[in-house]
């Protein structure tokens, strides 16, 4: 079973500008969760995704946004590139049985993103 | 909100040595905690979990119990070695699919 694909591995962008990152979960994943990782701030909730909805937000600004698509597959787009966003930006998928939203997260390896 | 607190970092050991990292938490409801586990340059990976009270996690000789009465889920191995050097984290999931973890704590066993 394949597990979670993240794409690109590494980019590096300037300022101002704007990054699309993919991820595709393990098949049969529902949820979709993001997260920031930078080694001051730790590991940052960023959103998760069920079935195309939005179903939790983290405390980030909106230049940080995200979608998840009918396959399950997301991306996160993030706007006007600051310094501080370098980061590695890391995916998880999790199973999820109704009623119950507590399972394990499956991770990706990251996408690391570095502004200059 | 929820919360995970857990030991500052970093930890050094020598090989064979007992090793604690300390967990707490604060949750509505009844969360369901984990311990993750990052190797450099990988993503994180499931280290092991426990879904209700007094449940114990177990996997490669690590071990964690849940305790409901202190929120705590203190990760625990008897004996580590140079391969369990990593940064691990403590982690909760809520029924509302949101996780919080933890700061991470890297440890490092010298042979």
């Known amino acids: 079973k394949a597990g979670v694909t993240q794409t690109p591995r590494y980019l590096i962008k300037t300022r101002g500008q704007q990054v699309t990152l993919s991820c595709s979960p393990i098949?049969?994943?529902?949820?979709v969760s993001w997260y920031q990782q930078t080694p001051g701030q730790g590991l940052q909730f960023l959103f998760e995704?069920?079935?195309?909805?939005?179903?939790n937000k983290g405390n980030f600004p909106g230049r940080f946004s995200g979608r998840q698509f009918s396959n399950s597959r997301s991306e996160m787009n993030v706007s006007t590139l600051e310094l501080g966003d370098s980061a590695l930006y890391l995916c998880?998928?999790?199973?999820?049985?109704?009623?119950?939203?507590?399972?394990?997260?499956?991770f990706g390896e990251g996408s690391r993103l570095t502004v200059l | 909100g929820d919360s995970v607190t857990q030991m500052e970092g970093p930890v050094t050991l020598s090989e064979e040595a007992f090793l604690t990292i300390n967990c707490t938490y604060t949750?509505?409801?009844?969360?369901?905690l984990f311990w993750y586990v990052q190797y450099p340059g990988e993503g994180l990976q499931l280290l092991l979990k426990?879904?209700?009270?007094?449940d114990k996690g177990s996997n490669k000789g690590f071990e964690a119990t849940y305790r409901k009465e202190t929120t705590s889920f203190h990760l625990e191995k008897g004996s580590v070695q140079v391969s369990d050097s990593a940064v691990y984290f403590c982690?909760?999931?809520?029924?509302?699919?949101?996780?919080?973890f933890g700061d991470g704590t890297t440890l490092t066993v010298k042979p």
């Open positions: 998880a998928s999790s199973w999820v049985n109704p009623g119950q939203n507590t399972g394990e997260l499956f």
């Open positions: 949750a509505t409801g009844y969360p369901s």
């Open positions: 426990a879904t209700k009270a007094d």
């Open positions: 982690a909760l999931r809520t029924n509302a699919g949101k996780s919080t």
């Open positions: 098949s049969g994943h529902r949820s």
């Open positions: 995704y069920f079935s195309e909805t939005q179903r």
